[in-house]
């Protein structure tokens, strides 16, 4: 069985600060992990995805298999970053995600 | 292109009622899933269809719930007999062919449905 956690569910942090979001897996097979995004008012959308390696929104995170994490991190936090964040990890099939219980960051000025 | 569309947003039933949520994917998306948030809690995994045969229904109750995804027309989750558990934001997700799939599903706004 797959399993997403994210210990968190409220994180706050002052702007300029680092940020890390935490999420752990559980899966049998090779994960393939994401981060989703959902801001004030607007639909959910993914926001980076651990196969391209890549930094959105100056958002990074590193699949870490022997500790099964895929933590989210930036150094320096806006108060735009303020919004809910999920952890999905995709399964072997590569048709469906499996959501975290997200956590909503906040952002103080 | 308009986005994976649902409706209605808000829905409001007695208990023992019937409700229906209608979402239609992306153009040229041809797999559509449901997700339920219930207060508090994150999304949970619901059902998986693509057109006209459902392909992993694993999250969904075992009672009162059914979904579909016809030839024409949305795909419809439908609970018979709602009760206040029911109570929650069910958010409907669409994919391109799995072949193509890259972990991005595109999200509709989501259907908050309340029993009184």
């Known amino acids: 069985a797959q399993r997403v956690t994210q210990p968190e569910k409220l994180l706050s942090v002052f702007k300029g600060a680092p940020v890390e979001l935490k999420c752990n897996y559980s899966?049998?097979?090779?994960?393939?992990l994401f981060w989703y995004v959902q801001y004030s008012r607007q639909r959910l959308q993914l926001l980076l995805r651990?196969?391209s390696r890549e930094s959105i929104k100056g958002f990074t995170a590193d699949l870490n298999k022997g500790e099964t994490s895929f933590h989210l991190k930036k150094p320096f936090a806006q108060e735009e970053d303020s919004a809910m964040y999920y952890c999905?990890?995709?399964?072997?099939?590569?048709?469906?995600?499996?959501f975290g219980g997200g956590t909503r960051l906040m952002v103080k000025p | 292109n308009a986005g994976v569309m649902q409706n209605p947003r808000h829905l409001v039933r007695r208990r023992g009622q019937e409700a229906r949520l209608r979402c239609s994917p992306m153009?040229?998306?041809?797999?559509v899933y449901w997700y339920r948030q219930l207060p508090e809690e994150g999304l949970k995994f619901m059902v998986y269809?693509?057109?006209?045969?459902?392909?992993?229904e694993s999250g969904m109750p075992k009672e009162r719930f059914s979904a579909e995804f016809p030839k024409e027309g949305p795909s419809i989750l439908r609970i018979q007999q709602v009760v206040r558990g029911d109570s929650a934001a069910y958010f409907c997700?669409?994919?391109?062919?799995?072949?193509?799939?890259?972990?991005?599903?595109?999200f509709g706004e989501g259907s908050r449905l309340t029993v009184l």
């Open positions: 899966y049998s097979g090779s994960p393939e």
């Open positions: 269809l693509q057109k006209e045969n459902i392909i992993d």
């Open positions: 651990h196969i």
């Open positions: 153009k040229g998306h041809s797999h």
């Open positions: 999905a990890l995709g399964n072997n099939a590569g048709n469906m995600l499996t």
């Open positions: 997700a669409s994919s391109p062919n799995p072949g193509t799939f890259t972990g991005e599903l595109f």
